[in-house]
């Protein structure tokens, strides 16, 4: 009786897999915006973690001690050095550490009210992009915090 019942599941397995439908398959691409590398702010970007360019390259300025530099790169084209420039700057001027000119002073002012774009990044999924003045006005964004804990840490 077992082998009789085997064999019809079998037999009725055989029968139902014989319709064959075909599935329209379509392949979707999604084109996701080209990211600047190096404008892009972030202590723990993309899949490695990591910090972005910008943050290595005013991190490496600072350990160093190289304010000289650090200065100019209150003037540099790229949005993200100058977002970090300008509060390691001020960070450094509050704790008497550099002294700024006026002309420094009026860049930072500048600095505060740019439309200039730089994309803030955090992990592989989360990402944003605000004007500087937008970072220096909304503590609202994912990063303030971070920016402020990296910025203490470099900065002793």
């Known amino acids: 009786m077992i082998?009789?019942?085997y064999f019809l599941l079998i037999i009725s397995l055989m029968f139902g897999c014989q319709k064959q439908e075909k599935i329209d398959t379509k392949i979707i691409t999604i084109k996701l915006p080209k990211r600047d590398k190096n404008n892009i702010i972030g202590f723990a970007c993309f899949y490695a973690g990591t910090k972005?360019?910008?943050v290595k390259?005013?991190?490496e300025?600072?350990?160093n001690k190289n304010y000289?530099?650090?200065k100019a790169k209150l003037y540099d084209v790229n949005p993200a050095e100058k977002y970090l420039a300008t509060v390691a700057c001020e960070k450094l001027e509050t704790k008497?550490?550099?002294?700024?000119t006026e002309q420094e002073f009026t860049q930072i002012k500048i600095n505060?009210?740019?439309?200039?774009?730089v994309t803030l990044c955090g992990g592989c999924t989360n990402e944003e992009e605000l004007t500087l003045k937008e970072m220096f006005t909304s503590k609202?964004?994912?990063?303030?915090?971070?920016?402020e804990e990296w910025i203490n840490e470099m900065i002793k």
Do not use: G, R, Y
Request: glycine fraction near 0%; proline fraction near 3%; avoid cysteine.
């Open 140 to 147: 609202e964004n994912f990063l303030a915090d971070s920016v």
């Open 57 to 59: 390259k005013i991190s």
């Open 96 to 100: 008497k550490l550099i002294k700024l």
């Open 52 to 54: 972005s360019e910008p």
């Open 68 to 70: 000289t530099t650090l």
């Open 112 to 117: 505060k009210e740019s439309d200039e774009k």
């Open 61 to 63: 300025i600072l350990k």
């Open 3 to 5: 082998k009789q019942i």
